[in-house]
């Protein structure tokens, strides 16, 4: 028996999640169970399953985390919208949606 | 959520394919789709990917030569966005069947070209924020536009990339308007005259109205939404307020139509800048011969690690 | 911070604007390999932000006065005035092989430095928050290292790089006007132990002359004009308008 991550995609367009994780001897088998488990209640565009083993992480460290993004505001939007509204300009609203 | 149900077409129905995506239906990877369409996603995609990465040696040259060392970090966090920007949209392009050297050789082989701004330079420190404001700001119309498009995967590109402009935009515009109000004279006016050059370079960013092109088909597949002249009207209703405030005029003939909202402005050339797109300028030249080099300087190491035998 | 300690950090910061520098000078190639491209971006911002956390220890101050004297510091010193040590007076843009060899011995001298400078009260949490990104540039260096030695042509060429770089490798260390406890000899010892556990397996041509080489004593090295120039150029706009109270 294997550990299988599942990751679902539920509507188009959207980024796949991880939805959970099921074991099974084989990725089909894998596959199908996490369809039972995880999908009995929503539509959804597609399913990945993805041996553990096959897997390779990188777990961050809350602290190093707070440092990094403080030490790193000057490539903020933030930053420099501060700093033209502290000189005395009003930086238009950027719309990217 | 009161969606329509699209029925995506069967395999191989082109015609029901294409009124699928009329109909607002959109692609996901691993569908099936007719060669024109993928054609057409490779083709936006690939000029928009080669454009984030050939013109990095001119960033390199500008951090060089950036008299401050405090700006060059967010200048190079920007670079490193765009080779980002590049790097998602070529992975993209991968899991389409393109490869990574197909879509360079395309540019170096001139299948590819950079697309009009780059073909001038900037030939001052206080240029380079205005060149920065409005060819990004065109390019933030153009991505905006695209992230509605058809192609699922394309769209997802866009909004990452979209995610990460908004820095880029304030960026130079706090630096053009920093070097406008404490600068000297000359500082002023190398921003100044920057604007008022770059602006006429950026409108023709957004390429030639819909009656001068060769009647492409993006209406018919939607992977490109909006058409040239209205993307250049959107840019101008956005830039023309921060051009102002920065002290430029950038054309006497801008003028909104009260009743339509429509800009009318000086003439541009079309019959000129068709004539420039076929020709290199030597900037372009030396955007080939740099990324031939780094490409030739690079590719023994890609080449060897690809080489290797897996570790024991 | 103790006065004695201002050499060590002079020396210090020269040397990680100039990698800094180097690193994302690299980063802005059009190269298909848009993964490395992207890992010099992000250890060339990591190397830039320690150098701006040495030059405030140069400069306390309140935040404008301290930005403003960094620059000055900068753009107004004579490039023979500047301190990084020779490997990092080349720029070695085109050639990957350099590139990669001058940047894992530097790597591992800049480990020998923080070891060193991490039993000093001052600099001890410097050097902590230094030390995390650290330890992932050097695993990222001597990964490069190691497969290119695995591979035939790739080799020869890290042979080159290593005979390219031996002149420049004597003044790793030597630091005018350091305190007494300041040792170089002892600390090129321990650079070349540490650069001698990674190397020694891979029998690369001209290591063994390379590892003599950097345990020996130190001396000042080579003038390097192209270093100079290249110090001229970044400085020309700023000094071509001394009037100017910003850049930017």
């Given at each position: 028996?294997?550990?299988?991550?599942?990751?679902?995609?539920?509507?188009?367009?959207?980024?796949?999640?991880?939805?959970?994780?099921?074991?099974?001897?084989?990725?089909?088998?894998?596959?199908?169970?996490?369809?039972?488990?995880?999908?009995?209640?929503?539509?959804?565009?597609?399913?990945?399953?993805?041996?553990?083993?096959?897997?390779?992480?990188?777990?961050?460290?809350?602290?190093?985390?707070?440092?990094?993004?403080?030490?790193?505001?000057?490539?903020?939007?933030?930053?420099?919208?501060?700093?033209?509204?502290?000189?005395?300009?009003?930086?238009?609203?950027?719309?990217?949606? | 959520?009161?969606?329509?149900?699209?029925?995506?077409?069967?395999?191989?129905?082109?015609?029901?394919?294409?009124?699928?995506?009329?109909?607002?239906?959109?692609?996901?990877?691993?569908?099936?789709?007719?060669?024109?369409?993928?054609?057409?996603?490779?083709?936006?995609?690939?000029?928009?990917?080669?454009?984030?990465?050939?013109?990095?040696?001119?960033?390199?040259?500008?951090?060089?030569?950036?008299?401050?060392?405090?700006?060059?970090?967010?200048?190079?966090?920007?670079?490193?966005?765009?080779?980002?920007?590049?790097?998602?949209?070529?992975?993209?392009?991968?899991?389409?069947?393109?490869?990574?050297?197909?879509?360079?050789?395309?540019?170096?082989?001139?299948?590819?070209?950079?697309?009009?701004?780059?073909?001038?330079?900037?030939?001052?420190?206080?240029?380079?924020?205005?060149?920065?404001?409005?060819?990004?700001?065109?390019a933030i119309v153009q991505f905006r536009?695209?992230?509605?498009?058809?192609?699922?995967?394309?769209?997802?590109?866009?909004?990452?990339?979209?995610?990460?402009?908004?820095?880029?935009?304030?960026?130079?515009?706090?630096?053009?308007?920093?070097?406008?109000?404490?600068?000297?004279?000359?500082?002023?006016?190398?921003?100044?005259?920057?604007?008022?050059?770059?602006?006429?370079?950026?409108?023709?960013?957004?390429?030639?109205?819909?009656?001068?092109?060769?009647?492409?088909?993006?209406?018919?597949?939607?992977?490109?939404?909006?058409?040239?002249?209205?993307?250049?009207?959107?840019?101008?209703?956005?830039?023309?307020?921060?051009?102002?405030?920065?002290?430029?005029?950038?054309?006497?003939?801008?003028?909104?139509?009260?009743?339509?909202?429509?800009?009318?402005?000086?003439?541009?050339?079309?019959?000129?800048?068709?004539?420039?797109?076929?020709?290199?300028?030597?900037?372009?030249?030396?955007?080939?011969?740099?990324?031939?080099?780094?490409?030739?300087?690079?590719?023994?190491?890609?080449?060897?690690?690809k080489e290797l035998p897996l570790a024991? | 911070?103790?006065?004695?300690?201002?050499?060590?950090?002079?020396?210090?910061?020269?040397?990680?604007?100039?990698?800094?520098?180097?690193?994302?000078?690299?980063?802005?190639?059009?190269?298909?390999?848009?993964?490395?491209?992207?890992?010099?971006?992000?250890?060339?911002?990591?190397?830039?932000?320690?150098?701006?956390?040495?030059?405030?220890?140069?400069?306390?101050?309140?935040?404008?006065?301290?930005?403003?004297?960094?620059?000055?510091?900068?753009?107004?010193?004579?490039?023979?005035?500047?301190?990084?040590?020779?490997?990092?007076?080349?720029?070695?843009?085109?050639?990957?092989?350099?590139?990669?060899?001058?940047?894992?011995?530097?790597?591992?001298?800049?480990?020998?430095?923080?070891?060193?400078?991490?039993?000093?009260?001052?600099?001890?949490?410097?050097?902590?928050?230094?030390?995390?990104?650290?330890?992932?540039?050097?695993?990222?260096?001597?990964?490069?290292?190691?497969?290119?030695?695995?591979?035939?042509?790739?080799?020869?060429?890290?042979?080159?790089?290593?005979?390219l770089l031996l002149p420049y490798v004597?003044?790793?260390?030597?630091?005018?006007?350091?305190?007494?406890?300041?040792?170089?000899?002892?600390?090129?010892?321990?650079?070349?132990?540490?650069?001698?556990?990674?190397?020694?397996?891979?029998?690369?041509?001209?290591?063994?002359?390379?590892?003599?080489?950097?345990?020996?004593?130190?001396?000042?090295?080579?003038?390097?004009?192209?270093?100079?120039?290249?110090?001229?150029?970044?400085?020309?706009?700023?000094?071509?308008?001394?009037?100017?109270?910003?850049?930017?």
């Amino acid at each position: 028996m294997r550990e299988y991550e599942a990751f679902v995609r539920f509507r188009k367009g959207e980024p796949l999640q991880h939805v959970g994780s099921v074991r099974a001897p084989d990725p089909e088998s894998a596959a199908e169970a996490a369809y039972h488990i995880y999908l009995r209640l929503d539509t959804f565009e597609r399913l990945w399953v993805v041996d553990r083993e096959c897997i390779t992480e990188l777990v961050s460290d809350p602290e190093w985390d707070r440092r990094r993004i403080e030490e790193t505001e000057f490539r903020r939007p933030s930053f420099f919208v501060r700093k033209l509204t502290a000189a005395g300009y009003t930086p238009p609203k950027l719309s990217t949606g | 959520m009161g969606e329509p149900i699209l029925r995506p077409p069967a395999i191989g129905d082109v015609d029901g394919f294409v009124a699928y995506i009329q109909a607002g239906g959109k692609v996901e990877a691993g569908d099936w789709m007719p060669e024109e369409y993928k054609n057409e996603v490779m083709k936006i995609a690939g000029f928009q990917a080669i454009l984030e990465v050939v013109p990095m040696p001119l960033f390199r040259k500008w951090m060089y030569m950036a008299p401050t060392l405090w700006r060059r970090r967010p200048l190079l966090g920007k670079i490193q966005d765009e080779v980002g920007h590049c790097h998602i949209t070529a992975r993209m392009l991968e899991d389409m069947g393109k490869s990574r050297e197909e879509l360079f050789n395309d540019y170096l082989e001139g299948r590819i070209h950079l697309n009009y701004p780059f073909k001038f330079p900037v030939e001052s420190w206080g240029e380079l924020p205005a060149f920065l404001l409005l060819t990004n700001s065109a390019a933030i119309v153009q991505f905006r536009s695209l992230s509605h498009g058809s192609y699922l995967p394309y769209c997802r590109v866009m909004k990452k990339i979209m995610r990460e402009e908004s820095f880029h935009f304030y960026h130079a515009l706090q630096l053009c308007h920093e070097l406008v109000t404490e600068g000297t004279p000359r500082q002023r006016a190398q921003v100044q005259e920057g604007l008022a050059k770059w602006w006429h370079i950026a409108l023709y960013q957004f390429g030639p109205p819909e009656h001068l092109t060769k009647g492409r088909d993006w209406r018919k597949w939607r992977v490109k939404v909006d058409d040239n002249e209205a993307l250049r009207q959107q840019w101008i209703t956005m830039l023309y307020p921060i051009v102002r405030s920065l002290g430029v005029e950038p054309d006497p003939a801008l003028e909104r139509d009260p009743e339509t909202g429509e800009w009318r402005y000086s003439p541009l050339d079309w019959e000129r800048f068709f004539q420039l797109i076929r020709q290199r300028t030597p900037l372009e030249e030396w955007y080939v011969d740099e990324f031939r080099r780094t490409y030739q300087s690079d590719m023994w190491a890609i080449k060897a690690l690809k080489e290797l035998p897996l570790a024991a | 911070m103790k006065a004695e300690l201002e050499p060590i950090i002079r020396a210090w910061a020269d040397d990680e604007i100039f990698f800094a520098t180097y690193l994302l000078g690299r980063s802005c190639s059009a190269s298909p390999d848009l993964e490395k491209i992207l890992a010099m971006a992000s250890i060339g911002q990591d190397e830039f932000g320690h150098a701006e956390l040495l030059l405030s220890l140069l400069f306390p101050g309140p935040d404008a006065q301290r930005r403003r004297d960094k620059e000055r510091y900068f753009f107004e010193r004579e490039p023979q005035d500047f301190r990084n040590c020779g490997l990092l007076k080349l720029e070695l843009m085109d050639d990957w092989a350099a590139f990669v060899v001058r940047a894992f011995l530097y790597e591992e001298a800049e480990s020998v430095r923080m070891g060193r400078l991490s039993e000093v009260e001052d600099l001890a949490g410097v050097v902590a928050i230094m030390e995390r990104e650290e330890e992932e540039h050097r695993r990222y260096w001597r990964w490069w290292i190691t497969s290119l030695a695995r591979h035939p042509e790739a080799r020869q060429r890290l042979g080159s790089a290593i005979e390219l770089l031996l002149p420049y490798v004597v003044d790793t260390f030597w630091i005018v006007d350091a305190p007494t406890w300041w040792d170089p000899a002892i600390l090129r010892r321990q650079w070349a132990g540490a650069v001698a556990e990674v190397l020694a397996p891979l029998s690369l041509p001209h290591a063994d002359s390379l590892l003599a080489q950097m345990a020996s004593e130190p001396k000042p090295g080579p003038d390097v004009p192209s270093f100079w120039e290249f110090v001229r150029e970044q400085q020309r706009i700023y000094r071509s308008d001394p009037e100017a109270v910003t850049w930017g």
